[in-house]
């Protein structure tokens, strides 16, 4: 029986055309059951539109189905996507628009800092209609979710549901990879390596090309190259050893050394508020893509997005070994974080499952830092579950940046305006201000 992989908020366009564009490159599923589900049907039409132009590019032969109804898609299933954005621009605009009058600066704002926990806010609630209508419908179905906060929703999806098989996947461990052979002028399919820590926050722990180190060639290449030393991770990486696997500016929010200082933004480059425009982006390429296929116009398909979605769909079907970089609870895995709360480790892929590979301790200095970025995602579920907005508000008190930037008054307000302004995306018992006076 031919697998069914349904894709939850299919109307990212983009995203839905990389995934199906991968999926249908392998022979094995080219005649898959796919299954689109979108809240929004005009984005749902594109949605539809897209999977077939993508198949009928790369010669696939799959069962398409589009649905409103998310548990009537869900029936089923055997691999449930999820690529949702809950409040989709104007909620970004708002996770911007009002710390900034507070001076508080971000760059993405979809992690932690104060961006991320309103993002992790509005998405709970659909993650936990997510995780009920499959427990009902589809309980054996694997939950591979893309949608951030990662480390937020795969701990609340453990904590509501942890019967469910859940991996959080993100690419940014492979680009992180690619890029480093890049500066040392070393083929990435010539080197083997070691990741472990949290989502956009793991820490390259090995990197070797036939069984020698490429660390001290990355720093011969960073000692000869003062533009390399403008960048934000290859600054974390001179001053605590390991190279943190997210972008510069993702890796800038998670600490509070960097945003608030307007010179080091200006010595490292950082595009402050860069997430908007990348937002707004977003929208005019759905805008551009909807357009060429009303106009009858060839797709760009590209099968080589190296997502790895597709990976553990195939590796899980053919009994493909792989290693992917996946984000689970922590079960013992790294010893020196706290269990219970998503981290990401080497995951092997076989025809039995997925299966997180025991890291134990991380370099003090890293798990220090990633402890750190796992009090707000702590915080922020425990708020979730428990209804309690004083847990909100300490979970932008912990926040590094956000604590580095605004007094502990200034994040009351911030917190209080902008449960005003996403209103009713928030879990109801926390939509009501702070009553606490001080």
Known sequence: ???????????????????????????????????????????????????????????????????LDRRRALDGANYVINVIQVGMHDATVRDFEIPEKYGLHQTIG?????????????????????????????????????????????????????????????????????????????????????????????????????????????????AADPELRR???????????????????????????????????????????????????????????????EHGRTLEIDTSSTEYAPQVIHSLETGTVRVISANVANDALITNLPGGLAVEVPTVLDALGAHPMKVGDLPAQCAALNRNFLGPVDLTVQAALDGDPRLVRAAAMVDPNTAATLTVDQIWQLCDELTTAHGDLLPEALRVPSTKEF
Request: overall charge negative; glycine content about 6%.
């Open 1 to 67: 029986m031919k697998p069914s992989i349904v894709i939850i908020g299919a109307g990212s366009v983009e995203f839905t055309r990389e995934l199906l564009g991968d999926i249908f490159s392998f022979p094995e599923l080219g005649s898959v059951r796919v299954v689109l589900h979108d809240i929004d049907a005009e984005r749902l039409e594109t949605a539809e539109a897209i999977t077939r132009a993508t198949a009928a590019q790369t010669g696939a032969t799959p069962e398409v189905v589009a649905s």
């Open 110 to 222: 979809d992690t932690i800092g104060i961006g991320g926990v309103f993002r992790g806010l509005r998405t709970f609630p659909v993650l936990d209609g997510i995780a009920r209508d499959m427990l009902e419908v589809c309980p054996d179905a694997w939950l591979l979710n893309y949608t951030n906060p990662m480390a937020m929703n795969v701990t609340y999806l453990h904590r509501v549901a942890p019967q469910l098989k859940v991996l959080g996947l993100c690419h940014s461990v492979y680009w992180t990879m690619v890029g480093l052979c890049e500066i040392v002028g070393v083929p990435y399919d010539e080197v083997s390596y070691w990741s472990a820590g949290v989502n956009h926050q793991a820490w390259v722990l090995k990197w070797e090309r036939a069984g020698q180190d490429l660390y001290p060639l990355l720093d011969q290449r960073i």
């Open 231 to 293: 960048r934000v991770r290859v600054d974390m990486y001179r001053r605590l050893g390991y190279y943190p696997t997210e972008t510069s500016e993702h890796s800038s929010e998670y600490v509070p050394w960097y945003l608030r200082h307007p010179e080091e933004v200006e010595r490292l480059r950082l595009n402050v508020g860069e997430y908007v425009d990348i937002s707004a982006a977003n929208l005019a390429e759905y805008a551009r893509v909807r357009s060429e296929l």
